[in-house]
């Protein structure tokens, strides 16, 4: 029932920005601590950033200083601002439940870092 939904992604060079939305629906958002993952080619799923139901955020550790996760419960959407984007950030990323994954997947949002 509940379904997540991935927007944002994109083409960008090296060092360009992005923002990610995810929009849920069929939950209680606000109960949940989100997460956004992503999928690289030839790699596992990975959590790269959480956002508590209270908004603290977490955040892989080398990420933290490039990546801000935000959640608007009243919009029952979560955010990934990603700066000084790198062609190691290439990968299609998801939203779910964080710290363990819930719900079922949605598409994704490809997300490709190159000049």
């Known amino acids: 029932q509940v379904q997540l939904v991935e927007s944002g992604g994109g083409l960008v060079q090296p060092g360009g920005s992005l923002r990610l939305s995810c929009a849920v629906s069929?939950?209680?958002?606000?109960?949940?601590?989100m997460g956004w993952y992503r999928q690289a080619p030839g790699k596992q799923r990975e959590l790269v950033a959480a956002i508590t139901t209270g908004g603290s955020p977490n955040y892989a550790d080398s990420l933290k200083e490039r990546f801000t996760i935000s959640r608007d419960n009243a919009k029952n959407t979560v955010y990934l601002q990603m700066n000084s984007l790198k062609p190691e950030d290439t990968a299609v990323y998801y939203c779910n439940t964080a710290y363990h994954p819930l719900w079922n997947w949605g598409q994704g949002t490809q997300v490709t870092v190159s000049s």
């Open positions: 069929g939950s209680i958002f606000s109960a949940y601590a």
